[in-house]
Structure formats: C-alpha cells, structure tokens
C-alpha cells in the first residue's frame, strides 16, 4: 500500500487573498481539512510545528481535536521539533491524543529546521549541556520521550499515597504508539541513526547534502541504507517510510491562476546553502495536468521507495481549493497503481 497524507505548514497571515487571516482560522480550517480529506479516501493529515511564525505552532491540541472528528484518517506531524519539548509532558499529551483517535497518531519528531528565533529553544527552557550541540539536546529528549510512552518508571512513588516506593511511569499510556513514532531525516547518516533506533523515517523536500545526483536517487538512496540499518539491527516490524512532494495538478482555472507560471520554474532541483556552509539540495516541484503528473511520478525513485507521500499543501488557499487539489491527487495516485485506502463512510 502506498498511502497518500497531505502536510500543512499551517500558514495564517491578514493579507488580500489569504482564507487564513488568523490563528483561529488555520486551526479549524485544518480540521476541515482532515474531515473532508477523509472523505475523498487521502490516508492522512499531518501538520507542521514552528514556534515564534505565523504557523502551526501546538500540534496536541489541533491533533486531539482532528482525532475527535474523524475516524480513519493517520493524524500526524512533520515534524515536531523536540528541542522544544518537556519529553514528559509531551508524552502524556501525545498518549491523550492519541487515545481520543484511537491509535490513528503518527508523530514525526526531529532536531527541526532554521527558525525564526535564534536559538528559541532557549526561551523555552531549554539549553545543551557543555560541549553538546542543540541536535544532541533534541536526540536527548526524543530518547526520554521515547522511553516514557514504553512505560518506563520516571520517578519514584510516594510510599504514603501508594504503599510503594517503586517507579512510576508517565500515564495515561497508548498501547502501539511507540511504533509510530517518525524522525525527520535530512541526511543519509541520520537515516541510519533512525532505523537504529527503531523509529520510522521522514524525509522531506530537502536534504542538507548534496552529491550532484537528482534529488529523488540520493534520497532514495537515504531510504536504501535505512532499510538495510533497520534489517541489520534486527527490529521485527516493517517500518515505515515517508517523503514529501510538492504536487499541484492543473485542474481549473483557479490552479492555473496560482501556479500556472511555476511549472516550469520550479520543474527542477535547486542546490543552495540553508543550515552552515554544506550545500543542501532541495527537491522539485510538480506542478502540470494530471496526465503529465502520472509520467513525472513514476519516474521518482525515493516516491517509489516510500510507503507514504506527503503532498505539501497551500493551506491559505482554503479548505475547499485544497479538498480539490487533494481530489485530483488522490486520481493521479490511482493510475499510478498506488493502493490507498477507500472513502471513509461518515
């Protein structure tokens, strides 16, 4: 199966053109977006998480409510980043969501992206010890969190209130979950890092590395050595993969408006610097009718690696111009031979 999930960065601005002129608008236009989303048969809704931006920012609250209205659709993040996170509290907030969806969570967690603060992870609390860097802070409390929603003890009972001085573990805890957990991954040395630890892989639009291939063969190559990692380290479960497109068919006049002019623009991959002085490649942009869609897809060998796409989506063009890009995304997976799920019955 080759499911099909779209991402929202959640983007709210007061500016001519944008639906989402604020906060509110983005939050319960997401909502209906999984609603409607899960009607045309798209496996999942993800949401992306940037602090100190006009964007999505709390996903627990947003993922709860998406969980208590719908009933099929994966819920997940891309990604959340744990630099962030009190890895207790989020562990607590991540088994309540994913409790009221019914085990439909899939949380993608990482070191995150460039952000608009500098270093605001330290406004929230949070600095590296000596001698460690903010990803190794992020791989510190992705490894608490991970352990708490295993059920591990984190502190020890009051002997008065419980008869016991034992551990006490994180509650409420959501059987499975811990599967279900994705780390973002921008380079091919992560990819193995993840699969060593058992976590599913996210791989975006962009690498921060670059070797001169196409984009889709060295991320394919990414999906490559993580599965082999993951064969080596003798995990039992088929884990999972994602990758993210951009992918706009040209189905109304509306979508030519909008993106008419960028199909060819954006029809090829760009190599420039994002995060310190290494080259980053970023991937293309499919933008075009659906028949050349069908063409340009088969030939992208990370899409045919994966078992999930994320399509990035124009969350300020509104819940219904996005339900029809979904629509017609959801066709062009359809002759390509991907094997989504069927419409939810609401």
Do not use: C
Request: glycine content about 10%; charged content about 20%.
């Amino acid at each position: 199966m080759k499911r099909i999930g779209f991402l929202s960065f959640g983007h709210w601005q007061d500016v001519p053109g944008s639906r989402t002129r604020s906060a509110g608008d983005v939050l319960n236009q997401t909502i209906e977006l999984a609603e409607a989303a899960e009607e045309i048969g798209i496996a999942g809704a993800y949401v992306r998480v940037h602090h100190f931006a006009r964007q999505l920012a709390s996903p627990f609250p947003l993922l709860a409510a998406m969980g208590a209205r719908t009933k099929t659709i994966e819920l997940g993040t891309g990604v959340i980043d744990m630099r962030y996170e009190n890895p207790l509290y989020m562990a607590e907030e991540a088994a309540a969501a994913d409790l009221i969806s019914s085990g439909r969570l899939q949380l993608g967690v990482s070191r995150g992206s460039p952000e608009t603060a500098q270093a605001g992870y330290e406004s929230f609390g949070y600095v590296p010890a000596d001698g460690d860097t903010d990803a190794d802070l992020a791989r510190q409390h992705a490894a608490v969190f991970l352990a708490a929603i295993e059920g591990a003890g984190v502190t020890r009972a009051n002997r008065q209130m419980t008869g016991s001085d034992g551990y006490l573990p994180i509650l409420p805890q959501s059987p499975g979950l811990r599967d279900r957990i994705w780390w973002g991954s921008g380079t091919r040395a992560t990819a193995t890092w993840v699969a060593e630890q058992g976590m599913n892989l996210q791989s975006s639009t962009l690498l921060i590395e670059d070797t001169g291939v196409p984009f889709d063969e060295l991320q394919a190559e990414q999906i490559a050595l993580y599965r082999d990692a993951w064969r080596k380290a003798g995990w039992e479960r088929e884990p999972r993969v994602s990758v993210s497109r951009s992918i706009l068919p040209l189905i109304d006049d509306e979508s030519r408006h909008y993106f008419g002019l960028r199909a060819e623009v954006d029809s090829h991959d760009q190599v420039g610097r994002i995060d310190g002085p290494d080259l980053a490649r970023f991937g293309r942009s499919f933008i075009g009718e659906p028949e050349k869609l069908v063409e340009e897809l088969a030939q992208d060998a990370a899409v045919a690696a994966a078992d999930t796409v994320l399509v990035t989506v124009p969350n300020q063009l509104g819940v219904a111009f996005n339900a029809r890009l979904l629509e017609a995304v959801h066709a062009v997976g359809a002759e390509l031979g991907w094997s989504t799920p069927e419409p939810a019955v609401v």
